[in-house]
């Protein structure tokens, strides 16, 4: 079957290449149109927006310069009606007056970036100070009573020369801005005309292509739904290849338990009724005989609980993992008092998953710190957690023996072990369940550790993890 399904696939793949290349050559038609419009959108908006922005600083410009015209008559009025009165109230208006002009001056200078515009700017900035010293002069004047000194200069038609050039700069300076002003419209008319018929030519030609590929893809699609469906057959019988595996080893493992209890029930009974005959040779092969077998039936029962990680779990439900912390801790009781370790459990949060695994979980790593503890120094283990987005993160650290990091892949291996039997008691299997319980769960496990300083086992489990199916 899957050879037919292999043929199958050859065949549409060398049939569809024609196609391939339409709604290829199509797609990429109808992408680089859309790109080009974009492009072209995009680049009309921001001229656009820059022109729009000229021509908001052109308004602005002439009306800092109307302004500034009104200021200059507004002082030259002040000053005029206090000559001729010699009453402070006509005089009033003449320092805001001076203030509006010093600021219209500087705000015109900050808008207008024309070099010609500029120099005027500069020109008239020095004749207004020219004609201010004049205006100044003849009020200190008036204010001494020295009114023919005062009329004298009011009389020379030097200030009103000044105030002419001063009028003409600014209407020279206008006319300029009124000009920039009718080009920069006319620039963004022009355009937006011309990117509003760029970009509807584009997008009938990016329609168009759009067409064209979606009648090819449809006949694509329609192949590759077939071609999807014996997929999906070749992948439940895959799903259920490997279930048969999975309770082949189930089987196995299990049917294995009964030839080793009949060793070790035999075993028991030479040495209860023969072991004194056997001499010391033969008693120790016996021993060597029953250690063997009890190692054998640890393998097959970490085996076990290793295959049923998945083929007997239970469905998730809420846990507390500060009540799974507690239930470990009580469990360990013994193991904890005669290693005289110190266990520190910090706050822990709820999850979903599946009781009995995540019990296990954690009896299987504060086991091991407790297993793989240093002789020169008390046993220290802390749990503790934290919230990381959408999981949590677990971390059980500890003071013991420690190992070196470039093992870190090997000690999550199922009969995986990095110390001999006769330091240390176990199967190896320990943290390869861990791995499967907490992979099942949908999370991560690694470690960190240095020998003879400690390790720490971090573990990443989803808050709310999709439920796997169990067979």
């Known amino acids: 079957m899957l050879t037919a399904g292999g043929d199958g696939r050859g065949h549409m793949n060398g049939g569809s290449g024609g196609r391939y290349k339409v709604v290829s050559w199509s797609f990429g038609v109808a992408l680089l149109s859309l790109v080009a419009v974009t492009a072209l959108a995009y680049y009309a908006l921001w001229l656009g927006r820059s022109t729009d922005d000229d021509v908001a600083r052109t308004h602005e410009t002439r009306t800092t310069l109307a302004q500034l015209r009104q200021a200059v008559i507004d002082a030259e009025t002040a000053q005029r009606g206090f000559l001729l009165t010699g009453r402070d109230e006509y005089l009033q208006p003449f320092d805001p007056a001076i203030q509006r002009i010093t600021e219209s001056l500087a705000r015109a200078g900050g808008l207008i970036s024309n070099e010609a515009q500029r120099q005027r700017l500069a020109v008239f900035t020095a004749g207004w100070h020219k004609l201010e010293a004049e205006l100044r002069a003849t009020i200190s004047l008036k204010r001494q009573q020295r009114d023919a000194q005062a009329a004298e200069i009011v009389l020379s038609d030097r200030g009103k020369q000044e105030m002419d050039g001063l009028r003409e700069l600014l209407n020279t300076m206008d006319a300029y801005a009124q000009t920039q002003l009718k080009l920069r419209e006319q620039r963004n008319r022009s355009v937006s005309n011309f990117a509003l018929i760029f970009i509807g030519l584009g997008s009938l030609l990016a329609f168009t292509m759009s067409i064209g590929a979606y009648a090819a893809l449809r006949r694509e699609l329609v192949q590759r739904q077939a071609a999807q469906r014996v997929a999906d057959s070749l992948n439940l019988e895959l799903q259920r290849s490997n279930r048969e595996l999975q309770d082949f080893a189930y089987v196995a493992s299990h049917d294995l338990q009964e030839p080793l209890r009949k060793i070790q029930a035999f075993g028991d009974r030479l040495v209860s009724k023969y072991g004194t005959a056997l001499g010391p040779e033969g008693g120790d092969y016996l021993l060597r005989m029953q250690s063997s077998a009890s190692r054998m039936r640890r393998l097959i029962n970490d085996l076990l609980e290793y295959s049923r990680v998945t083929t ?160």
């Open 312 to 471: 007997k779990g239970r469905p998730f439900d809420n846990i507390s993992l500060t009540q799974v912390a507690a239930d470990v801790v009580s469990d360990l009781e013994t193991g904890v008092q005669d290693a005289g370790a110190a266990l520190e459990i910090g706050a822990l949060p709820e999850v979903r998953g599946d009781m009995l695994q995540i019990r296990q979980l954690f009896q299987n790593l504060i086991g091991n710190a407790i297993k793989f503890r240093r002789a020169d120094a008390p046993l220290q283990v802390r749990v503790s957690a934290e919230r990381d987005g959408e999981h949590v993160v677990l971390s059980f650290a500890d003071n013991g023996i420690g190992f070196d990091e470039k093992y870190l892949d090997r000690i999550f291996t199922p009969f995986q072990r990095l110390h001999a039997r006769s330091q240390y008691e176990g199967t190896g299997m320990g943290l390869a369940i861990c791995r499967r319980v907490v992979e099942r769960h949908g999370g991560s496990i690694t470690a960190h550790s240095t020998p003879g300083i400690g390790s720490t086992f971090v573990v990443r489990l989803p808050v709310n993890p999709e439920q796997e199916e169990t067979t």
